[in-house]
Structures are given as C-alpha cells and as structure tokens.
Nanobody
C-alpha cells in the first residue's frame, strides 16, 4: 500500500512564507510526476505546480514567481515553498503522485489527505 503524508500547512500573514512537504511511503519502486493542487472554498480543485522525475517544473500562472516546487528522490518527498502569500492562496493543498510499484511495475495515482493553508492578518 502506498500513501502520501503532507505537512506544513497553517495560518500565515499576507506576504509571509510557508513550506509544505509531502512524503510517499509504502511499496514504491519510483515516483514519476509529483504535484501540488489546491481547492479553495466553493471552488474546484486546481493545479498549483508539477515536477517531473527529471526535475522539469510547471506552475499555475497565479503562483509563478512566488512558489517553488522541488523534490528529494532519495526521500520520495516533494516540497512547495510558498512566498509572498496572498489571501487568495487560502485553500486546502493536496499532494499528488504518480507512483510505480515494484514488479510487475504498476502505475498508481495517489492523493494526500490535504493540508489547510490560511493566509490572513
């Protein structure tokens, strides 16, 4: 069984930083794409940032220049460094992973349980 565990959410003032972490554990051969999504109250879940197994990154326009996604393959961990946070960034942030299990090398898409980020003074 594979699961994702997120940490790092909380309350932060506008303009402040916050760092999210997400670690995959269980029967894993390799993690391919890793990503962060978010869902604000009354809105649909949206992509925030993605990072491939080779380190290629993609960001939503709304977070470009403020957020940075990175990964530590040895730890099966993905990070989201969020800077200059705005009230509009308030949402539940979800980690997502495309995981390859050991032989017979099945591909699984896994979601974390979500961590709440609140940006407010």
């Amino acid at each position: 069984q594979v699961k994702l565990v997120e940490s790092g959410g909380g309350l932060v003032q506008p303009g402040g930083p916050l760092r999210l972490s997400c670690t995959a554990s269980g029967n894993i051969f390799r993690c391919n794409n890793l990503g962060w999504y978010r869902q604000a109250p009354g809105k649909e879940r949206e992509l925030v940032a993605l990072i491939s197994d080779r380190g290629t990154t993609n960001y939503a326009d709304s977070v470009k220049g403020r957020f940075t996604i990175s990964r530590d393959n040895a730890k099966n961990t993905v990070y989201l460094q969020m800077n200059v946070l705005k009230p509009d960034d308030t949402a539940v942030y979800y980690c997502n992973a495309d995981v390859i299990t050991p032989a017979p090398y099945r591909s699984l898409e896994i979601w974390g349980q979500g961590t709440l980020v609140t940006v407010s003074s």
